[in-house]
C-alpha cells in the first residue's frame, strides 16, 4: 500500500501473555521507528531501525520489548509477558534515510489492551 | 535536555473562528528541526510541516500557518477559519540534527464546534 501499514489495529490480551505487533512500512523507506502513546506518558520513541539493524534501542522499557525487521522491510514489535501498563498504542513510522527533508510517515497504530 | 512543551491541554472554537496552537522547545542545538504532526480520531500522525532551526520565514500553507520565532523559543501554529475537520490533536515535536528521534510535545486537543 502507499502508507504505513500495522496490524492489528485493536489487540486484547491477558496479563502474561506474549503480543506481536507488525509494522509495514512504506516501500523504499529504509528507516523505521516504533513509539507508544499512552494516557500518561504521550509519545515516546521506542526503537529506530535503519536497514534491518537497530542502532538505538534506547526507548525499550525494559526487557519484556523485542524488535526485529527482515528484509529491510516488516517489523515486528514483540512484548513477553505482557503487564497492564503496556497498554497503549503502539506507533510505527518510516522515512528515508535520516538527512535532509526526512520526515517520518506514521501508521495508524495498534490499541493495545492487557487486561 | 531536549524537550518540548504544549501548554494548551484542549481548546475548543467555534467553526470560522482563528485558533492558535502554541508551542515551546528547549534545546542547546544551533541545527535543529520543527515539526506538527495531526492525529485525528483514526489515530495517525499525519506530517504537517517540517522547519529547520535556520530558516525563521514564518508559512502558509491554505488556512494554516506557522510562525517560527528562535528568540523566544517557540514555533506557534494558527489555522484560519477553522472547520469541523479541523478537531484532532496537534503534536509540536523536536529533531536534533541528523538524528532520527523525533520528541514530541503532549499534544493539543482541538474541538471545533460547528
Known amino acids: 500500500g502507499a502508507g504505513v501499514s500495522q496490524s492489528p489495529s485493536n489487540k486484547v490480551t491477558e496479563k502474561g501473555k506474549d503480543v506481536e505487533l507488525r509494522c509495514d512500512p512504506i516501500?523504499?523507506?529504509?528507516?523505521l521507528y516504533w513509539y507508544r502513546q499512552s494516557l500518561g506518558q504521550g509519545l515516546e520513541f521506542l526503537i529506530y531501525?535503519?536497514?534491518?539493524?537497530?542502532?538505538?534501542k534506547s526507548g525499550l522499557p525494559s526487557d519484556r520489548f523485542s524488535a526485529e525487521r527482515t528484509g529491510g522491510s516488516v517489523s515486528t514489535l514483540t512484548i513477553q509477558r505482557t503487564q497492564q501498563e503496556d497498554s497503549a498504542v503502539y506507533l510505527c513510522?518510516?522515512?528515508?534515510?535520516?538527512?535532509?527533508?526526512?520526515?517520518?510517515?506514521f501508521g495508524q497504530g495498534t490499541r493495545l489492551t492487557v487486561v | 535536555a531536549q524537550k518540548v512543551t504544549q501548554a494548551q491541554t484542549e481548546i475548543s472554537v467555534v467553526e470560522k473562528e482563528d485558533v492558535t496552537l502554541d508551542c515551546v522547545y528547549e534545546?542547546?542545538?544551533?541545527?535543529?528541526?520543527l515539526f506538527w504532526y495531526k492525529q485525528p480520531p483514526s489515530g495517525e500522525l499525519v506530517f504537517l510541516i517540517r522547519?529547520?532551526?535556520?530558516?525563521?520565514q514564518n508559512e502558509i500553507s491554505g488556512r494554516y500557518s506557522w510562525n517560527f520565532q528562535k528568540s523566544t523559543s517557540s514555533f506557534n501554529f494558527t489555522i484560519t477559519a477553522s472547520q469541523v475537520v479541523d478537531s484532532a490533536v496537534y503534536f509540536c515535536?523536536?529533531?536534533?540534527?541528523?538524528?532520527?528521534?523525533?520528541?514530541f510535545g503532549s499534544g493539543t486537543r482541538l474541538l471545533v464546534r460547528p
Open positions: 522547519r529547520n532551526s535556520f530558516d525563521e
Open positions: 513510522a518510516s522515512s528515508l534515510p535520516t538527512g535532509a527533508n526526512t520526515e517520518a510517515f
Open positions: 531501525f535503519q536497514g534491518n539493524s537497530a542502532p538505538d
Open positions: 516501500s523504499g523507506h529504509t528507516a
Open positions: 515535536a523536536l529533531q536534533r540534527d541528523s538524528s532520527y528521534k523525533l520528541i
Open positions: 534545546t542547546r542545538d544551533t541545527t535543529y528541526y
